[in-house]
């Protein structure tokens, strides 16, 4: 069991102690305090020193409790700040503002404070004298420019005009703040810092271990964001290129990567630069012959042999060449890609699971050439086999758990230069048909709208959206119009595949109740009687229907139904799926 200290102290009991040597570590974010967050601090410990304004009014044994911050003691002995570092370089700001304005006062109050300050933002000597030069924390934000103007605005206390961090910001507007206060209250001066000092409490918490310290702010944390793995993997970054006198280009090239994961990763859980190492573990996974369907987490992962494989020349580049690669792919970028390819790039993108950004990854990885590029016919192949395979399994073995035991073995067979064929995981065509016959499309089941999806666009004819295109599905037949007509003798012909479509958003608002007849104007488009002229449906197939259809009945439902379920099973065979009689 891993163990803790915690104990609630004072700032002064806190920042004083000989023991507290804060370093603010490589892989935190920079500092992002901003006036807002100062002002609210400002107000609610004024409120709490001064209440009603009044001096006299302040109970010395009440406490303002500030927060948490959860620590590690270090290989150096120095406390690794994994929660608080925003509200601890905060403090340390406002207490250097009010050190600076004690500076020439001598009354015994304000001499004793500043003196009081001075040990908690210094290291002190056996007699408690602050050494001027030597600072209680230190930050090593390896993305944080400006940490270098932190420091030495905590050891000279000045800033100039010029200067536009966050932390000069706020040290100028804590001065100010102190300015107005001493001129409005002289007489209460003395206080307010030490009512800070001795009266508001911070909670600290000193784990084991980084391990243990970051799983507690997990579960703490309910305001800021935790830090992520890839945080945690910046930091090896830093450390190995730092060795290597290359931290600069470093920094610029995470930076870069940031800026393109945020862009095009929405990932449901984690950062978008967890998911981009994500994706790049499976193909690290193949190389080493991982066939087991268990994943380890993804720090345990990169962990392994103190994080050897983030110190391999190839990984930095690699991830760049990866996001690069990612970035065309969500902008369907016809230079990289071909149409046939676009159209089953675009198809993947609403496959039931993101298993395929896996596969795809590992696949580009191992197969690109010198220029970054792919062979177009074999992609071409290799998406087809995809689709066939993912939405055919997600029939007779539902949930991305069971995808895992084919698609790790088809990713080594990727990476030792061997066809994917899933012979061991062939279709059975009758079992395969009658899942999906007795399969309920529901809409809120994903492969509903995967299958209605690949229905649509796997036509070449079909033109290709944007991928920020909003489609609804469609119920051809309208649930309306069978609550007024009951004219559906089975009423499960109203969630079959053949009575739903995919149709923009829009649109489907417009005509989502009406009988057939009504909503063929919305799908063909239409001028209004304003003489605007109103767009219809991209989707060929219900222009096709609203041109060459009076009604849309049971019967059409039916046929609908079999044509799709029928030329699912031709793709899948044409791609070599089915088993063989």
């Known amino acids: 069991m891993s163990k803790l200290n915690v104990d609630q102290k004072t700032i002064m009991l806190l920042f004083s102690d000989k023991k507290s040597d804060f370093l603010i570590p490589d892989y935190q974010r920079p500092y992002a305090w901003e006036e807002s967050q100062c002002q609210t601090l400002w ?8 209440p009603d304004n009044n001096c006299d009014k302040f109970d010395s ?3 303002y409790f500030l927060g948490s911050i959860v620590t590690f003691e270090n290989e150096n002995n120095k406390k690794e ?14 207490l250097r503002a009010f050190y600076a304005k004690f500076g020439n006062m001598q009354d015994e109050n304000s001499k004793s404070t500043r003196e009081r300050i001075a040990q908690c933002l210094w290291k002190t000597n056996e007699f408690g004298q602050a050494n001027l030069n030597v600072l209680k924390i230190d930050s090593e934000v390896a993305t944080d420019n400006d940490k270098d103007e932190f420091l030495e605005i905590l050891k000279s206390g000045i800033v ?6 966050n932390y000069a910001k706020n040290y100028r507007f804590f001065q100010e703040k102190i300015d107005t206060f001493l001129s409005e209250y002289p007489s209460y001066f003395a206080y307010l810092p030490a009512r800070i000092l001795g009266n508001c409490i911070l909670l600290p918490i000193d784990a084991e271990s980084q391990d ?3 799983r507690i702010f997990s579960t703490l944390n309910d305001r800021g964001l935790p830090l992520s793995d890839a945080d945690i993997f910046k930091a090896q ?9 290359k931290k600069d280009s470093f920094i610029e090239q995470w930076k870069e990567l940031e800026d393109i994961t945020s862009r095009i990763f929405k990932p449901i859980n984690g950062t978008p630069m967890d998911e981009l190492f994500t994706r790049y573990m499976y193909f690290v996974r193949s190389k080493q012959g991982i066939k087991s369907s268990t994943t380890e987490a993804l720090r345990k992962f990169y962990e392994k042999g103190k994080y050897a494989i983030l110190k391999q020349d190839e990984t930095l580049p690699n991830l760049k060449i990866l996001v690069d690669f990612w970035h065309d792919v969500y902008n369907q970028n016809p230079e990289r890609f071909s149409s046939n390819v676009l159209r089953k790039l675009f198809i993947l993108n609403y496959a039931p699971n993101g298993m395929w950004t896996y596969f795809l990854s590992v696949y580009f990885l191992h197969n690109k050439n010198e220029n970054e590029q792919l062979e177009e016919n074999e992609l071409d192949d290799f998406l087809k086999k995809i689709i066939a395979f993912v939405w055919g399994f997600s029939f007779v073995n539902p949930g991305v758990n069971a995808l895992r035991t084919p698609v790790y073995a088809e990713m080594i067979n990727i990476v030792t230069n061997n ?9 059975v065509e009758t079992t395969l048909k009658t899942a999906i016959n007795n399969f309920e499309f529901k809409n809120g089941r994903p492969i509903t709208r995967s299958m209605l999806t690949w229905w649509e666009f796997i036509d070449n004819n079909q033109s290709i959206p944007t991928l920020s295109t909003n489609f609804d599905i469609e ?3 309208a649930r309306k119009r069978q609550e007024n007509d009951k004219t559906l003798t089975n009423t499960k012909s109203l969630e079959s595949l053949g009575n739903k479509a995919l149709l923009e958003d829009k649109i489907n608002i417009r005509a989502s109740d009406y009988r057939f007849i009504d909503k063929v104007k919305y799908y063909k488009g239409f001028t209004n009687d304003k003489g605007q002229q109103k767009a219809g449906t991209i989707i060929t197939e219900l222009v096709s229907l609203a041109t060459t259809n009076v009604d849309f009945t049971e019967q059409d439902i039916i046929n609908r139904t079999e044509e799709i379920t029928n030329q699912f099973i031709d793709f899948l065979k044409q791609n070599n799926l089915i088993k063989q009689n």
């Open 43 to 50: 107000d609610d410990i004024f409120a709490f020193a001064f």
């Open 160 to 165: 100039n005009k010029d200067q536009k961090s």
């Open 237 to 245: 970054f830093y450390k190995h290129y730092s060795t290597k006198n």
């Open 81 to 94: 700040v994994i929660d608080g570092q925003q509200r601890l370089t905060t403090l340390m700001l406002l």
């Open 419 to 427: 066809i994917v064929t899933f012979d061991e995981h062939k279709f």
């Open 61 to 63: 044994n009440e406490e």
């Open 212 to 214: 243990t310290a970051l």
């Open 475 to 477: 119920h051809i037949f």
